[in-house]
C-alpha cells in the first residue's frame, strides 16, 4: 500500500469491519497508530464492539521510515499491547474518510485544526481535538501516558453509552 493512499469507500478498513473511531495525526506514524492499537486493546478488553483505525494528514515515509514509530511500539509493549496492525505503513485521509466513523479524534489541535481547516473545512464539526503534542515538544512516555488517559476515558464513554 502507498504511504498516500486513504481509506475510501472502495478500500477495506485496514483493522476490523465494525471501525467507529479514527484517530488523526500529521504522518500516521507515531500518536495516532499509537491511539489506534491502544484503543482497539482497551475496547476488547471492556468487551466492546468498537473498533478505531487511524490515519495522516500529510504521512512522509522519507521522514518516517517504517510502518510504525519504535516509541509506541515500546509505548505499547510497556502496556502489554500485542499491535495488530504495526505492519501497516501510514496512510493518509481523504474528504470521504470522515463520513466512515461515528468518531474523529485529531491528537493535537494546535497542529491538527489549521490542517483540519486548509484541507477538510466541510468537516472540520466532526473533530474532536486532543492536546497532545508531536515528539519535538515532551518525551514519548509523557504524550504517550496523556493518549492512554484519553484513550482510557473514551473507552469509558462508550462502554457508559452501553449501559444506557
Known amino acids: 500500500m502507498a504511504a498516500t493512499q486513504s481509506l475510501a469507500p472502495q478500500q477495506p478498513l485496514v483493522?476490523?469491519?465494525?471501525?467507529?473511531?479514527?484517530?488523526?495525526?500529521?504522518?500516521?506514524?507515531?500518536?495516532?497508530?499509537?491511539a489506534e492499537?491502544?484503543?482497539?486493546?482497551?475496547?476488547?478488553?471492556?468487551?466492546?464492539?468498537q473498533r478505531a483505525t487511524s490515519l495522516g494528514f500529510t504521512p512522509h515515509p522519507?521522514?518516517?521510515?517504517?510502518?510504525?514509530?519504535?516509541f509506541a511500539l515500546v509505548g505499547l509493549e510497556k502496556r502489554k499491547v500485542q499491535p495488530l496492525a504495526a505492519s501497516?505503513?501510514?496512510?493518509?485521509?481523504?474528504?470521504?474518510?470522515?463520513?466512515?466513523?461515528?468518531?474523529c479524534i485529531a491528537l493535537c489541535e494546535r497542529e491538527h485544526r489549521p490542517?483540519?481547516?486548509?484541507k477538510f473545512p466541510a468537516h472540520?464539526?466532526?473533530?474532536r481535538f486532543w492536546n497532545i503534542e508531536d515528539l519535538a515538544f515532551p518525551p514519548p512516555e509523557h504524550a504517550l501516558a496523556a493518549i492512554h488517559n484519553?484513550?482510557?476515558?473514551?473507552?469509558?464513554?462508550?462502554a457508559a453509552q452501553r449501559a444506557d
Open 62 to 70: 522519507e521522514i518516517n521510515p517504517g510502518s510504525m514509530s519504535k
Open 124 to 127: 472540520l464539526s466532526k473533530i
Open 115 to 118: 490542517m483540519m481547516e486548509r
Open 37 to 49: 492499537e491502544l484503543f482497539n486493546h482497551l475496547a476488547a478488553e471492556r468487551g466492546l464492539s
Open 15 to 34: 483493522t476490523h469491519p465494525s471501525c467507529t473511531v479514527l484517530f488523526l495525526c500529521t504522518g500516521n506514524y507515531y500518536r495516532s497508530r499509537f
Open 150 to 158: 484519553r484513550g482510557q476515558a473514551l473507552v469509558e464513554e462508550f
Open 88 to 103: 501497516r505503513m501510514p496512510l493518509a485521509v481523504a474528504a470521504a474518510d470522515f463520513e466512515r466513523f461515528a468518531c
